[in-house]
């Protein structure tokens, strides 16, 4: 069936870093990608988005990029601050109508 | 920018009550969304909503029930709380449809039955 999973569960950098978090996802047919970003006692927030016929797509410290050929999803986020400690979510917008896929989430924390 | 508003935050209830946890928007989106989070877990789609009187099962099967009467609104009911009910409820809206535009979400509701 479908799925979308992480690969890294926890990921720790020091303030200032980048920070790589990856994503695998299984259908093929899938063309919508999304990632959030959800804090401590909040819904989760919109990061950036990609469509299927993007290799990569910027917005302000963060990247996404996606490689069909391995179905690998990933989002960079440059010079990493302490606000950006969150859980990160993928999600995948498949072909189903109102139906978007999330995956477990990767805990990032950032140390001053 | 969407303003999802969910009620009440945090919610303990007795098993066999009857709630409802209420989700409202500001924006006119046609779409609207219900999905369920274990702490520390992915969200599970259980409910979601193309416009005025259309509802619709989601992947995930739960005992609760939605309606959409108007358009800024999209309540969902439990009949009888258990404590499997027990998981935070997170209510989402989008203009487009999920395919064509992100979901903007609320703060959720949690619900603890005892």
């Known amino acids: 069936g479908e799925s979308v999973g992480l690969h890294l569960p926890t990921l720790s950098v020091q303030e200032g870093d980048n920070s790589i978090i990856n994503c695998a996802y299984s259908?093929?047919?899938?063309?919508?990608f999304i990632w959030y970003k959800q804090e401590s006692g909040k819904g989760p927030q919109f990061i950036i988005d990609?469509?299927?016929?993007?290799d990569k797509r910027q917005g302000q410290r963060v990247t996404v990029l996606l490689n069909k050929t391995v179905k690998h999803l990933s989002l960079q986020i440059a010079a990493t601050q302490p606000g950006d400690s969150a859980v990160y979510f993928c999600?995948?917008?498949?072909?189903?109508?109102?139906?978007?896929?999330f995956g477990q989430g990767t805990i990032l924390t950032v140390h001053p | 920018e969407a303003d999802i508003y969910q009620t009440p935050r945090y919610l303990v209830i007795g098993t066999g009550k009857k709630i409802t946890l209420e989700c409202s928007q500001t924006?006119?989106?046609?779409?609207m969304y219900w999905y369920q989070q274990d702490p520390g877990m992915e969200l599970h789609l259980i409910h979601y909503s193309y416009g005025v009187n259309s509802t619709e099962k989601g992947d995930l099967s739960s005992e609760s029930t939605v309606s959409r009467i108007r358009t800024e609104h999209f309540p969902l009911t439990l009949e009888s709380a258990r404590p499997s009910h027990t998981s935070q409820y997170l209510c989402?809206?989008?203009?487009?449809?999920?395919?064509?535009?992100?979901?903007?979400f609320g703060n959720g509701t949690r619900l603890t039955v005892t």
């Open positions: 990609i469509r299927s016929n993007m």
């Open positions: 924006m006119g989106h046609d779409k």
């Open positions: 989402a809206s989008s203009e487009y449809g999920v395919r064509g535009s992100p979901l903007h």
């Open positions: 259908n093929s047919a899938s063309d919508y």
């Open positions: 999600a995948e917008g498949g072909t189903s109508y109102g139906k978007l896929t």
